[in-house]
């Protein structure tokens, strides 16, 4: 009988990569994002089941990339905690930094920050005002000046109803 050959490098390099597509084949991997619908400039999906369930709407800056790390609003429903409005910034908004979103002419409502996501204090109001508006402005105080985002709120009264619909408030 011959024995292997394989070195000890050669043979952990080998088993890593098949326990890496033994969690890859799992049940996480199945369970990703599902689409509820694109309305205009908002895309709503839902993730996970039970408690851990979410339905969130989200548009992106407008002249954004299509990217993870680009500049998003998002909205977001659970069975216990509803209307979560958020901006994500493209980078860490300054530490203590408020951010106003101002949509159409309506007077600006003040936003917390932690790291890239900035908090709506009154996600209700923010909700309401963004189905009423056709577009909304992030501002913040950066190092050098202000730095600001805009994003469409076409379809989001859509978007939001299908996240409502699909994740129902207990």
């Known amino acids: 009988m011959r024995r ?9 390099k080998i088993l890593l990569a098949g326990f890496a597509l033994l969690a890859m084949s799992g049940p996480a991997l199945a369970a990703g994002p599902t ?4 309305f205009s400039d908002w895309t709503a ?4 089941t039970g408690a ?13 990339d299509k990217t993870p790390s680009a500049a998003m609003i998002i909205v977001s429903e659970r069975p216990t905690a509803r209307d979560e409005v958020v901006v994500n910034a493209t980078a860490p908004y300054p530490p203590k930094t408020e951010v106003a979103v101002q949509i159409d002419n309506q007077p600006p409502m003040s936003f917390y920050t932690a790291a890239r996501s900035a908090f709506s204090r009154d996600g209700k109001a923010a909700v309401i005002g963004m189905q009423k508006g056709a ?3 992030a501002t913040w105080d950066r ?8 994003f469409s709120l076409s379809g989001f009264s859509a978007a939001y109803g299908a996240i409502v619909k699909g994740c129902p408030a207990k």
């Open 4 to 12: 292997c050959s394989l070195n000890p490098l050669a043979m952990q």
């Open 35 to 38: 689409s509820l619908g694109v």
């Open 45 to 48: 999906a839902e993730y996970g």
């Open 52 to 64: 851990g369930r979410v339905c969130y709407a989200f548009t992106r800056a407008i002249g954004s």
């Open 135 to 137: 577009d909304a402005t």
């Open 143 to 150: 190092k050098g000046g202000k730095q600001t985002e805009k």
